[in-house]
């Protein structure tokens, strides 16, 4: 046996034990007559003592070991004298009676400490030794749990885990195929699944009722931050249900979710229509940790003398409560910020609701002190607050305006890490109109059922029609999303044709699906979270990298087994791929 017990475990009540640990050394100290190692493995850390006077060789053997040397000792539980309150293990050390060196180790390129001394690179490269620090294992140890209680829920349910294939053909929709050439099939090739969409709907058609899949998709993507060539989704279908069953469903997980992982109990979640979630905060995907939604002022402040805003499509007012005080240097940091490319608008114009009633504003020019009243009226703003307008074409507007109030829940800190609010946004247009292509998109797929009042608007105002397609966003994320699926060919058929498909076209692509349609599929729908995109929202981070083992970096490599590489010309040949030199 190489341990008797890991490197977390022991504590007082051991004392006296005769035990084996096995791990890394974290450090060691030299105080002359005595030696101290921590040994550490993914449990925790144990202090190991060697004493000069009792047992010299050993000890002079523990002072030849470096950091992150493998060892194996054999020794006694004692009570410390020096007690460390921060770790489990610190009211005990081992005093080592032999030290066996499994291996030996390099010095590692940087510190395997909470706050390492390693960049981004380095840390990829040598990743097995970023995985030792507690940051990253905790993560890994997080999702793991994580998906613990999702198949435990879903299980409970009466969900049926079931796998689908990863070599699928490619479909000309959505984002770019990951392709596979095939050996065995000259010219042709297999693609990467994006998501298993099709498969899941097959899957109905098969009768399997409810279905879910902890499962990697593949997207050819230009990669930020928060997105990973691989990714894992939670990817969930039911059969006979609406989409409030759905909602319903869900929204049991992720109430479960925080109460295991978090220990929050949630209310019940708020729900918002896209077109609500436009217009009151200018994106899909609305914050809610804090209000200071978008208020209309076109009826209030056009027709005067101010041609920027009578000429504007739509002006829109943020009240930020007690900003009333912004230096002119703060206002004009503002001004910057909106002007930025990224958040592009043209202007910034601010109302202050001064403590004494009146006002001072950036148009004092154009609107008496009653024009700024009504104005602050509107808003909701009292003295002390900062009304900021923006105004121009609608979406541009819009998304403005988002990137500002975002902005300002950053500057007032109100947008904590440790707060979750959730909500679905419901009713998302079925289709999206593309100006370069000069044609329909389906908004999230083209197995989307339009809602059955809508249907009708299909052939003549496409535009118009809304689905029952839904996304679950927390704190400004869109940690899923899914719609209620079309079962009926014709439907589907004349989906297609919306979306600029020949009849050919569709049953070339997609005819399998359309096919099965006509052998009782019965009504279903899902939903699918990202699960990466789950770990870092539940942890109140950004980047979804920290919760993969091994990422991907910005340009979609693996530094630390180079990939992807070049493969010889035999293995280019047997594909049938010829590269010209
Ligand atoms: N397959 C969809 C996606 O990957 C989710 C769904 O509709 O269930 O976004």
């Not at 999702?143 to 209680?149: A, D, P, T, Y």
């Not at 509107?378 to 998304?399: F, S, Y």
Request: charge should be negative.
């Amino acid at each position: 046996m190489y341990k008797t017990n890991t490197c977390g475990e022991l504590t007082i009540t051991e004392v006296g034990q005769k035990v084996r640990l096995c791990g890394w050394i974290q450090k060691s100290r030299d105080l002359g007559g005595m030696t101290f190692i921590d040994l550490r493995d993914r449990y925790g850390i144990t202090q190991l003592t060697f004493n000069m006077e009792t047992n010299p060789t050993l000890c002079e053997q523990a002072r030849t070991l470096g950091r992150e040397y493998v060892i194996q000792v054999k020794g006694t539980v004692a009570e410390r004298y020096n007690k460390n309150k921060n770790i489990p293990t610190g009211d005990i050390e081992i005093i080592v009676e032999t030290v066996n060196v499994l291996n030996a180790s390099k010095l590692p390129p940087f510190t395997i400490e909470d706050n390492t001394d390693g960049g981004d690179e380095l840390r990829m490269q040598y990743r097995y030794l970023d995985i030792r620090r507690n940051a990253v294992k905790n993560n890994l140890l997080f999702r793991h749990k994580l998906s613990m209680e999702i198949r435990n829920y879903l299980s409970g349910q009466g969900f049926v885990e079931i796998e689908t294939p990863f070599l699928i053909s490619s479909t000309p929709e959505g984002a770019r195929d990951f392709l596979v050439p095939s050996r065995m099939n000259e010219g042709k090739f297999y693609a990467l699944p994006q998501s298993p969409q099709t498969f899941k709907q097959l899957l109905m058609i098969a009768g399997m009722d409810k279905y879910f899949q902890i499962v990697r998709c593949f997207r050819d993507e230009d990669l930020r931050a928060d997105r990973q060539p691989e990714f894992t989704q939670v990817d969930c279908e039911m059969s006979f249900v609406t989409q409030e069953d759905v909602l319903q469903t869900f929204e049991g997980l992720y109430k479960t979710l925080f109460q295991k992982m978090k220990g929050i109990s949630m209310e019940d979640f708020p729900r918002m229509t896209y077109n609500d979630a436009m217009k009151y905060y200018g994106c899909d995907k609305p914050d809610l940790r804090f209000g200071m939604p978008f208020v209309e002022l076109n009826d209030l402040l056009q027709y005067r003398n101010f041609s920027l805003f009578n000429e504007a499509e739509l002006i829109i007012g943020i009240c930020a409560e007690n900003c009333g005080n912004y230096t002119r240097k703060q206002l004009d940091a503002l001004t910057d910020f909106v002007k930025r490319p990224q958040v592009g608008a043209g202007g910034l114009v601010y109302i202050v609701c001064n403590a004494d009633g009146s006002f001072k504003s950036s148009v004092d020019k154009f609107y008496g002190q009653e024009d700024l009243q009504t104005v602050a009226e509107r808003c909701n703003a009292k003295a002390g607050d900062l009304i900021l307008i923006l105004c121009g074409k609608t979406e541009q507007t819009q998304k403005a305006m988002n990137e500002l109030r975002l902005e300002m829940g950053n500057r007032l800190g109100l947008r904590s890490s440790d707060l979750f609010k959730p909500l679905w946004v419901i009713d998302f247009p079925l289709l999206e109109w593309d100006e370069e292509t000069q044609r329909f998109y389906a908004k999230h797929h083209p197995f989307t059922a339009p809602k059955p009042e809508d249907e009708y608007l299909l052939e003549n105002n496409p535009a118009a029609v809304r689905a029952n397609a839904y996304d679950l966003v927390i704190n400004g994320v869109e940690v899923g999303g899914g719609s209620v699926r079309i079962y009926q060919r014709e439907i589907q058929k004349k989906m297609f044709q919306v979306l600029g498909f020949s009849d050919e076209e569709a049953q070339k692509q997609f005819g399998f699906l359309m096919n099965a349609f006509e052998y009782g599929a019965p009504p279903h729908a899902g939903i699918a979270f990202g699960f990466d995109r789950m770990c870092a929202v539940f942890n109140g981070v950004d980047s979804i990298r920290d919760f993969i083992a091994f990422p991907k970096n910005n340009s979609g490599k693996d530094v630390m087994i180079n990939a992807p590489s070049s493969v010889s010309k035999e293995q280019l040949k047997e594909l049938n791929i010829t590269v010209n030199e």
